[in-house]
Nanobody, 124 residues
Framework: QLKLVESGGGLVQPGGSLRLSCGGS??????IGWFRQAPGKEREGIAC????????NVTDSVKGRFTISRDNAKNTVILQMKSLKPEDTAVYYC???????????????????WGQGTQVTVSS
């Protein structure tokens, strides 16, 4: 399994922005996804980017506010979040698939390596 490390979480006011990073090695040829899990809720897939970065999927709940990108030279995948809402509060995880494309499913079981998560809290 790959070792993935998220960073960039924190406390932000509603309407604010945060930039999450997912770092690791060996995932240049793999699709990477971002998930989040709020207390008492199931883990939710929110964004995925293909290995080459040419294809992205973003779930409807964050579309237009969150953007996923990657820099394979730096072994980094970025989740740029703007116009944050209190309901975006959750632990955010990055995860890698074992193929280079995202596919059509957000099922966590289709991802095989996970980071430890970073807390994002949106509150005034």
């Amino acid at each position: 399994q790959l070792k993935l490390v998220e960073s960039g979480g924190g406390l932000v006011q509603p309407g604010g922005s945060l930039r999450l990073s997912c770092g690791g090695s060996g995932f240049t040829y793999l699709a990477i996804g971002w998930f989040r899990q709020a207390p008492g809720k199931e883990r939710e897939g929110i964004a995925c980017i293909s290995a080459a970065g040419s294809s992205t999927n973003v779930t409807d709940s964050v579309k237009g506010r969150f953007t996923i990108s990657r820099d394979n030279a730096k072994n980094t995948v970025i989740l740029q979040m703007k116009s944050l809402k209190p309901e975006d509060t959750a632990v955010y995880y990055c995860a890698s698939k074992n193929v280079g494309w995202c596919g059509s499913t957000w099922s966590p079981s289709s991802y095989h390596s996970w980071g430890q998560g970073t807390q994002v809290t949106v509150s005034s």
